[in-house]
């Protein structure tokens, strides 16, 4: 008898060869089979919240005819799950922010975003510098000249890791204005929620997170923001453009496929997510997250990237934090 | 027998000091911040295991009465080949697809802990159970399985 | 600030519609089964459930996934009693008795008993949550960095000096926890320690994998190695259900005083319920006059740990709900819920939406409520867990640890770490080295360190930093006191006789 369950257990796993065999060869028209959205992170967290939206928004709208299931392969600050997608075919997509650019410069990856396909960006945050309440700082430009007179001088929040966004675009607008940047002294929070109960309990002089974390604390009046990295007033924040520094910093969220994606492939996304970005259905995600518009096609987002990887590289060797 | 456990933290902490003495240095700040605190961990851990280590040469009696637990030949072979099976499960997961090598695995557990004369019941729990538990993780809690 | 009791009732009103009643009552239930499989807790449940939740109004989603988060909280200490298999950290503190409760033929009892007294630290807790939110929410903010690194050092203090006797293995299962959770980035400097180039590595190591590890596969490879041994097969008799006087009387003050202790603890971002029901545990059996029957089955030992973490998880929604800040891995995922479907949590939902609090509030004394009633029904469905012979219980936990495993981290390299932590827990409870140090010092060792850091920048000493604030000073005492004043106690016995 038990030998019979020996040959049961064949059978089926010759069964199940020849059903995902049958499934890819196909040269029926793209896609042919369900696809999967690779949501880089646990379950809960910014980027498994995209890949759902994304993929609630193209189901339910009908954009996409294909069943989709999001897959969590988190670790390692994407790199579990872009490992993943660089051995998949075409059915697989993933999500992306910067990180894809950034993890490679910071020497914590082996891929860069030119080994995988653009497909996309989608949405943006802005990213916010707030003093606690009764701090005496007035603004970003008094700010800036503290720490250009002292870089040591105050205690900077951010989280929940060093060469992230937030880090890296007070990094860029301190040096910019002349700041010593490699004596400036970060605390890393856990997270961007952390980052806010030490700035609202005083144990930090400032801090950089996302303007949506920050907005509503602000209209309550218990912190406040000083400036923003958007290229435009935000509910009456003003920007660093504002206030006479000539910079701008998206923390944008796209979407990318595996390596070697064909002309018809790339331009099927194209029209999918071009669709999508004008529904109701998405405008009410950005909306409840606190995001912007912020999308590009396949081909401006391969050339966006480009520009981006340039500035990074640029900036995290400033940061003290390049290989 | 007795220094099993007290060899075992010393080395532990001597390949965690000298792992800590490689780390690289932080380019943010203080350069060595990062090594500090293992280091303190590491020393402290490699002086309770030495103290360790002389406290059990007193209680030599007790700690050969605890590795009693081994003497039956039969189930410690069993408690290795659990664990063997465990790594075999580790390496079928991905490829195999969780379906398939949980049948697998839980089937040979079953072989193996509840015996081989009781073939038929072992054969259903472990067809009956893999699935239940793909059904309930990958349809219902929608988790991403192999 | 007084109660607006207007909103309240109008809460009242909301939360008892019967749509409401009924996410309450499904979500309690998925919660609990959810929060029964070793490795899913409370975070867990919610995340996975989370697609549930779309398309619904936002108040019923909040009703639904709070409800979730408790079934989840009632659910983790059952696989903890029955199996000693604590789902999450905050249910770690009830296989310390629970489980020898089972042993001893009492897991009836001891499921009615964790129930009704994770009834009590609810209920004193939302009190507590109704009356002094906000001025609470205000003291968590004056934990700081130095703050928190004493809150856990006297954790681990805490914990540590219950191995009576058997401080310097205490001590040694405390440091290889440490150890262990210096793995990964360390984030103050980006300096990445002991990965060996594992991507999945750079995260640290998952708590809950250790705690599968060492509680869930250690104990089934120890009862393999005893399958002959009859003396150490659990009691087919499992008992009445209904505990008796004596329980209820030696329980009855532990869970009712710890549950502010916990409802404290949890109000804290970042501290939560392994914390507080560690602590609890700890002070109930420096307080007991019965301190050796601790771990051998006290029934007080099991209601003060439950009544603190059910206390914890209600403090948790304080900072979520007052200031829009996660004060738990569980209420970070309900964050990101809410957002989604557009309700956000923070200073202005109490001014600008107080019926979405107050009906929440109110949904969660129903549940709770509901929760006793449905954990005790099934009290008799869970004890025939018991009666699967263990030849075919202990293959079925030891899959059940791989699952929930793999739904934490995604990756079979979790496996590994699962059967590394199975041995070591093997042989702790071979040469009854206390596994309690080395689970707190994995949970907590990595705020531990990093508070320090982050302290030590902020201020020049070391006496700087514990004189911070009074909360740090008291923190500082209490410490000292927790390591010494039982030794003290010990001398002087001594010297008596």
């Not at chain 1, 949506?212 to 604390?217: D, F």
């Not at chain 3, 980006?190 to 998952?206: A, K, M, N, Q, W």
């Not at chain 3, 973490?309 to 970070?332: D, E, H, Q, W």
């Not at chain 3, 004890?383 to 219980?393: D, G, H, Q």
Request: charged content about 15%.
């Amino acid at each position: 008898m038990k030998i019979k369950f020996k040959w049961m257990a064949l059978a089926m796993l010759l069964a199940t060869f020849i059903i995902s065999g049958c499934s890819s060869s196909g040269d029926a028209e793209y896609p042919s089979k369900n696809i999967e959205i690779i949501a880089p992170a646990t379950p809960g967290g910014g980027w498994d919240a995209t890949a759902r939206a994304i993929q609630n928004v193209l189901d339910k709208e009908g954009i996409v005819e294909q069943n989709m299931n999001v897959v969590n392969k988190p670790g390692g600050g994407g790199e579990v799950g872009w490992q993943y997608l660089k051995g998949k075919d075409a059915h697989d997509i993933s999500v992306n922010s910067s990180l894809v650019i950034a993890n490679n410069l910071l020497g914590q990856s082996e891929l860069t975003y030119e080994d995988f396909t653009p497909l996309a960006i989608l949405a943006t945050e802005w990213i916010s510098i707030a003093v606690p309440e009764k701090s005496d700082i007035e603004d970003g430009i008094d700010l800036l000249d503290r720490l250009k007179e002292d870089p040591a001088s105050l205690t900077i929040a951010v989280g929940p890791a060093l060469g992230n966004n937030d880090h890296l675009s007070f990094v860029r607008v301190a040096e910019e204005y002349g700041v010593d940047v490699s004596k400036l002294r970060f605390l890393v929070y856990e997270s961007g929620g952390d980052v806010l109960t030490a700035l609202l309990g005083g144990h930090v002089d400032l801090a950089t997170f996302s303007l949506s974390e920050s907005l509503e604390q602000n209209e309550a009046g218990n912190i406040r923001v000083l400036a923003t990295t958007a290229d435009e007033t935000i509910d009456g924040i003003p920007s660093w453009q504002d206030q006479g520094i000539d910079f701008t910093f998206p923390h944008w969220r796209g979407l990318m496929g595996p390596p070697d994606m064909t002309e018809e492939e790339i331009a099927y996304w194209d029209n999918a997510l071009s669709e999508m970005v004008e529904t109701e259905g998405w405008k009410n995600v950005l909306e409840n997250n606190g995001w912007d518009n912020y999308y590009m096609n396949s081909k401006e987002t391969k050339a966006f990237l480009d520009e981006q990887n340039e500035m990074y590289k640029e900036l995290i060797d400033k940061a003290g934090l390049g290989n | 027998m007795r220094f099993i456990i007290p060899g075992a933290t010393i080395l532990i902490s001597i390949v965690y000091l000298f792992l800590t003495y490689n780390l690289p240095q932080a380019h943010v700040g203080d350069p060595d911040a990062a090594q500090k605190y293992p280091l303190l961990i590491g020393y402290a851990l490699l002086v309770l295991s030495v103290l360790y280590l002389i406290s059990e040469l007193k209680n030599e009696e007790k700690v050969r009465e605890a590795f009693r637990i081994f003497s039956d030949k039969e189930l410690t072979i069993k408690v290795i080949v659990v664990l063997a099976l465990c790594l075999v499960y580790t390496y079928m997961f991905e490829p195999l697809g969780f379906l398939i090598s949980t049948i697998i695995f839980l089937g040979a557990l079953l072989f193996l802990i509840n015996g081989v004369k009781k073939w038929l019941l072992n054969i259903i729990i472990a067809l009956v159970f893999s699935f239940a538990t793909w059904y309930a993780f990958a349809e219902l809690l929608q988790v991403s399985l192999p | 600030m007084g109660v607006d009791w207007g909103s309240f009732a109008e809460g009242f009103s909301t939360a008892i519609q019967f749509e409401n009643l009924i996410f309450i009552v499904i979500g309690g239930l998925l919660g609990t089964i959810v929060g029964m499989l070793p490795g899913l807790g409370p975070a867990t449940a919610v995340a996975v459930l989370i697609p549930v939740t779309f398309g619904m109004e936002p108040t019923s989603a909040l009703i639904l996934l709070g409800a979730i988060y408790y079934g989840a909280m009632y659910g983790g200490s059952r696989s903890s009693i029955l199996i000693n298999t604590p789902g999450d950290g905050s249910a770690i503190a009830a296989t310390f008795d629970g489980y020898p409760m089972t042993r001893k033929g009492q897991a009836g009892q001891a499921l009615t008993l964790a129930t009704l007294a994770s009834l009590v630290g609810g209920f004193i807790a939302m009190i507590g949550f109704v009356f002094l939110a906000q001025p609470l929410a205000q003291f968590a903010l004056k934990f700081g960095p130095a703050e928190y690194f004493f809150l856990l050092l006297f954790t681990l203090s805490a914990v540590v000096s219950l191995s009576k006797g058997n401080m310097l293995k205490g001590f040694i299962s405390m440091f290889l926890g440490l150890l262990i959770t210096t793995i990964g980035i360390d984030s103050q400097s980006g300096v990445y320690r002991f990965t060996f180039g594992v991507p999945h590595l750079s995260e640290g190591v998952d708590f809950l994998v250790v705690i599968i590890g060492i509680y869930a596969v250690g104990e089934v490879l120890y009862n393999i190695l005893l399958l002959k041994d009859d003396s150490y097969r659990i009691k087919e008799d499992v008992g009445n259900k209904w505990i008796t006087k004596e329980q209820f009387k030696r329980s009855f003050w532990p869970a009712l005083r710890q549950s502010p202790v916990g409802f404290l603890i949890g109000i804290l971002p970042g501290a939560g319920g392994s914390i507080a029901s560690m602590i609890s545990y700890s002070t109930e059996q420096q307080l007991s006059k019965k301190s050796d029957e601790f771990g051998k089955g006290a029934p007080e030992g099991l209601a003060a740990p439950e009544s603190s973490n059910n206390a914890a998880a209600v403090g948790a929604f304080i900072p979520l709900l007052t200031m829009g800040i996660p004060g738990s891995g569980t209420t970070a995922v309900i964050l990101g819920a809410l957002i989604m479907l557009g309700l956000q949590p923070g200073p202005m939902l109490f001014q600008n939406q107080p019926e979405v609090v107050w009906t929440f509030v109110n949904s969660l004394f129903i549940g709770n409520i509901a929760l006793v009633i449905m954990n005790i029904l099934l009290i008799g469905f869970l004890i025939k867990i018991l009666k699967t012979p263990a030849n075919i219980l202990y293959p079925i936990i030891l899959l059940l640890a791989f699952i929930g495993t793999y739904t934490l981290g995604y990756s079979t390299i979790d496996f590994f770490i699962l059967m590394i932590f199975g041995v070591i827990g093997l042989f702790m409870k071979i040469l009854n080295i206390p596994s309690a140090p080395l689970i707190l010092a994995v949970i907590i060792g990595n705020q531990l360190e990093q508070n320090f850091r982050m302290a030590s920048v902020s201020y020049d000493s070391v006496f700087g930093m514990m004189t911070a604030s009074p909360i740090a000073i008291f923190f500082v005492i209490i410490t000292v006191l927790s390591v010494f004043l039982p030794m003290l106690l010990n001398r002087l016995a001594r010297i008596k006789r």
